[in-house]
Structures are given as structure tokens and as C-alpha cells.
């Protein structure tokens, strides 16, 4: 991402941003874009307004409306000449995305957009980006660790591993790809392992932790599944059907490297 904003030179290779190569001189093309790469800083001796004011006059950015917008759609308009230094990370976390939709760009590029917030300040993030998307047709580029909230707001993802891009794909196709499973929770896995195997039939199981066992076959519903099982005395604290999360999709992709 430090690659995309020029805040770093490629060792090799080129980046082309809009149909152009990005140089050290691509003020136009920067100009299209806006950014919060990691934690953002301020000045943290003036207000959120003055600081946004300034992130205007370096961009060449004249609507005297859009920081008060910003401000607003931040949750950030009542903070008044609160200086930054007395803001929250959470506050900072929403004025750096209030500055980097300051100037309403095509290309919006975030890192871990929602460090910081509270669960409530996720989703009211989470809102925003997909506000922003379809509302106002900009191109939303997102880099997280946390896969459950990328798995909600991207439509399509770029898996990462040791710095390769190993596959780009949209997130409708992982949802059709997912495996689905019944997942079963039992008092005594043992018993109900024997049991699916020797009793009902079933060898395409995996028992993922202590009492809980998912069951990859398609040819019997839960319902018939439940009443097998009690059938056998196999006690049972829940059972349902799910399918594979994008966690469990990288996971597999990347053969379980966490260091993605």
C-alpha cells in the first residue's frame, strides 16, 4: 500500500495507477486518491477542522463545504476546537478516514481502517464503506487481518502470502466454492465418531476440537442426521448446517500460514 500512495519506491518493476506509471512526480494522479496507510497522524496541536482545513490547501482542494461533510459523516461534528491531542485513537482512527475522503477521490486505500474503534464504530465504518462504494462509485481498497470484517464488506479479495498475490477473487465465487457441513457438538466425540462410521455410514468426517465434529456429507440432512444419532444414545448439545468462512478459505489457500 506504501507502494500504491508513493510513500515507497519499487525495487523493481513498475505501478500504474488510472492508465499511468506512477513516478515521484504523479502529483495529478495522487491527487485522484485518498489514503490512511497505518496510524494517521496530525498535527496534534490544532483542531480536527484545522487540520483537515490544511489537507485541503496542500491538495489544491477549495470546497468549504466538504470538511464540515467529512466531519459529519465521521461522527466527528461536535467535536468543536477540541484539539487533536485530547481526540481518542478512536477519534484519530475517524478523522484520518475523514481526511482521506476529504476531497471525494476515485481511489480510497486503507490499512486496518477500523484500529481503535469500538464494535459500534466498526460498523458504522463498515456502513460508510459500502455508502461510499455505491453512492459515490469509489474504488474502496482495504488491507486487514481481521478476515470476518473483509469477508462482510468486500466484493472481491487478494490473498497475500510472503508477499506474492496468490489468487484474486470474488467474494460471491468463495461463497459458491464453500463447502457446506453440518457441524454436530457432542457430549463424547469418541462414541459419536464410531458410531457415524460404523453404525450410520458415514467416513467423511473431521472432528475439528474436543466435541466438535463436522460431517461432509451431502446425501442426509441434519434432520435425518439428528434422528440417527439419537437413535444410538449419541448425546448432543447443538447441530446445524454451515458453510467454509473466508478465515478457513485463506487458511487452506495459504496452507495455513499465519505470517500472510
Known amino acids: 500500500m506504501k507502494l500504491l500512495t508513493n510513500l515507497w519506491k519499487p525495487t523493481e518493476g513498475s505501478i500504474e495507477l488510472f492508465g499511468e506509471k506512477l513516478t515521484s512526480t504523479s502529483y495529478e494522479v495522487l491527487k485522484r486518491m485518498g489514503c490512511m496507510i497505518e496510524f494517521p497522524t496530525f498535527y496534534e ?107 462482510s464488506i468486500a466484493d472481491t479479495i487478494g490473498v497475500i502470502n510472503r508477499g506474492v498475490l496468490v489468487q484474486e477473487i470474488a467474494m460471491q465465487e468463495i461463497t459458491e466454492r464453500s463447502l457446506a457441513y453440518i457441524e454436530l457438538n457432542v457430549v463424547d466425540t469418541r462414541k459419536a465418531s464410531y458410531v457415524l462410521s460404523d453404525k450410520i455410514g458415514i467416513d467423511n468426517f473431521k472432528i475439528v476440537e474436543d466435541r466438535i465434529i463436522r460431517i461432509y456429507d451431502g446425501n442426509i440432512s441434519v434432520q435425518e442426521l439428528s434422528k440417527a444419532l439419537a437413535l444410538h444414545d449419541v448425546e448432543m448439545t447443538a447441530i446445524g448446517t454451515k458453510s467454509e468462512s473466508l478465515e478457513e478459505y485463506f487458511l487452506k489457500l495459504t496452507g495455513g500460514d499465519v505470517r500472510c
Request: charged share 25%; with cysteine.
Open 45 to 151: 496541536h490544532l483542531s480536527g477542522r484545522e487540520n483537515l482545513a490544511l489537507h485541503c490547501e496542500y491538495m489544491g482542494y477549495y470546497n468549504t463545504g466538504s470538511i464540515e461533510n467529512a466531519m459529519e459523516l465521521l461522527g466527528l461534528n461536535n467535536t468543536g476546537k477540541k484539539s487533536v491531542r485530547e481526540y481518542s485513537l478512536g477519534m484519530k482512527q475517524r478523522l484520518g478516514l475523514a481526511r482521506a475522503v476529504l476531497c471525494k477521490p476515485e481511489l480510497l486505500i486503507l490499512d486496518e481502517p477500523t484500529n481503535g474503534l469500538d464494535p459500534a464504530g466498526i460498523k458504522q465504518i463498515r456502513d460508510l464503506l459500502r455508502m461510499l462504494c455505491t453512492e459515490y462509485d469509489i474504488t474502496i481498497i482495504v488491507s486487514s487481518h481481521i478476515l470476518s470484517e473483509i469477508e
